[in-house]
């Protein structure tokens, strides 16, 4: 639901990839509102997410909750590299919003392709600082097109092929996500990469 300290994850994706970027498996769901939370209008008008909608087709967050933080935390136990963009406040909105529905919620160590980019895409900001590029401006820099939209799904996918793009263009600049880390002997069938997006209500869109 924005921003501050008490906003809210309302739609959550999280894709997993195989090393060659097939995908395994996606969760894409709208999550309903926490009490006392509101749809921000600014952010409504960038992605289209209305408190009808979050009425209508919104999960109840609890189970929800438990089962991402239970895929996260099996992923990052078995040294899959989890990607995600502008990573400190994704992890921050879904740490919040644990807290807001009761669940527990452990912090999970994410590799951040905002920060990654940053000395690559070579944006600078008004005041002709660099500006941390969003999730559309590295799709545009890595592969001179802009993305077909703004659905979260679509921007797990974009983080996942960030990640694995810059492991072959940047590789010193990626070796804390590349490390060649491999699933356990025994669980051939896990994948090798995953990539979460959050959407929160006042979430200046990407």
Not at 20 to 41: C, D, K, R
Not at 104 to 130: E, I, Y
Not at 134 to 143: D, G, I, K
Request: with cysteine; hydrophobic share 40%; net charge neutral.
């Amino acid at each position: 639901s924005g921003v501050s300290r008490r906003d809210v994850v309302i739609q959550c994706a999280v894709g997993l990839y195989d090393e060659h970027g097939t995908e395994l498996s996606h969760y894409a769901e709208y999550w309903q509102l926490a009490p006392g939370v509101e749809v921000n209008p600014r952010a409504q008008e960038v992605h289209h997410i209305t408190p009808e909608t979050l009425e209508t087709r919104g999960l109840e967050p609890t189970r929800e909750i438990a089962a991402v933080a239970k895929l996260l935390a099996g992923l990052e136990a078995r040294n899959v590299p989890i990607v995600a963009h502008n990573a400190s406040f994704d992890a921050r909105l879904l740490s919040q919003t644990a807290a807001a529905w009761g669940v527990p919620w452990n912090d999970t160590s994410f590799f951040c392709t905002m920060k990654a980019a940053l000395p690559h895409v070579g944006l600078l900001n008004k005041s002709g600082r660099p500006k941390m590029p969003s999730n559309a401006e590295c799709y545009r820099f890595l592969f001179d097109r802009d993305p077909d939209n703004i659905d979260r799904a679509h921007d797990a996918l974009m983080c996942a092929t960030h990640a694995r793009t810059r492991a072959h263009v940047y590789p010193l600049s990626f070796s804390s996500a590349r490390a060649t880390q491999r699933c356990d002997d025994h669980e051939p069938h896990l994948p090798r990469w995953a990539s979460a997006s959050v959407v929160v209500t006042r979430f200046p869109f990407f």
